[in-house]
């Protein structure tokens, strides 16, 4: 076998871990998304992992829904945050270990991490996951999004966040890199 021949079947059986410090080497990622979408932006982006990585999915859901209007949404949420008042989710059951990727994506609401999607993360043990973050926006870009994910996540092994606006195809450019950035694919 030529030196060409013997390289390229190296690459091809994942020899490229030096690209991958925060994962290695590993022929598919076993990938989670936990999610919480309101009107369907993040689950979009959600099922672009899926797309790309065959991820299982888990929604988070609060136990007494939103309204389902967006303006009266926007006033609850605001007067929730100010008030400090937690609404409930509904439990599912999620085992970190089953999983060697952990994808968080929020819509972002008034400039922060969803306050269902913060519930759920502050019930969970995610020390020394390694987690990639994500936002859905309305205009407003990154925010407070990361920032707060950092909070949440001091113990987790965070790679890149990524940004979109409103909601991405199945097959986004944009998802494939971020994934791709990440040494997930
Ligand atoms: C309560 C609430 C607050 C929001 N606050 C912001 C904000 O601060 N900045 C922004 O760019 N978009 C904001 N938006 C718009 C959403 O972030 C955006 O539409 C997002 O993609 C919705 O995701 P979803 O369809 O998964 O719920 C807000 C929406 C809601 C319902």
Do not use: C
């Not at 490229?16 to 080497?25: C, D, I, N, T």
């Not at 888990?58 to 949420?77: F, G, L, M, R």
């Not at 970190?96 to 990727?101: I, K, L, N």
């Not at 409103?166 to 694919?185: D, P, Y």
């Amino acid at each position: 076998m030529t030196n060409r021949r013997m390289f390229l079947g190296f690459m091809a059986l994942g020899g490229v871990s030096w690209l991958r410090p925060a994962l290695g080497a590993a022929a598919r990622r076993r990938v989670a998304v936990i999610y919480f979408s309101k009107t369907g932006h993040t689950r979009s982006l959600a099922e672009s992992v899926r797309h790309f990585t065959g991820a299982d999915l888990y929604q988070v859901e609060t136990k007494k829904p939103y309204p389902a209007d967006y303006t009266p949404t926007t006033k609850i949420v605001k007067e929730e945050m100010e008030k400090g008042i937690v609404r409930e989710i509904k439990p599912f059951a999620f085992d970190p270990s089953r999983y060697d990727v952990i994808v968080l994506a929020t819509p972002t609401w008034w400039h922060h991490v969803s306050a269902p999607l913060q519930t759920w993360i502050r019930g969970q043990k995610l020390d020394g996951r390694f987690v990639l973050t994500a936002n859905t926006h309305g205009g407003g870009g990154l925010m407070h999004t990361r920032e707060d994910f950092e909070k949440l996540l001091a113990g987790s092994r965070l790679g890149t966040h990524l940004t979109v606006f409103g909601a991405v195809s199945e097959t986004s450019s944009e998802v494939q890199s971020w994934l791709k950035t990440n040494g997930v694919i």
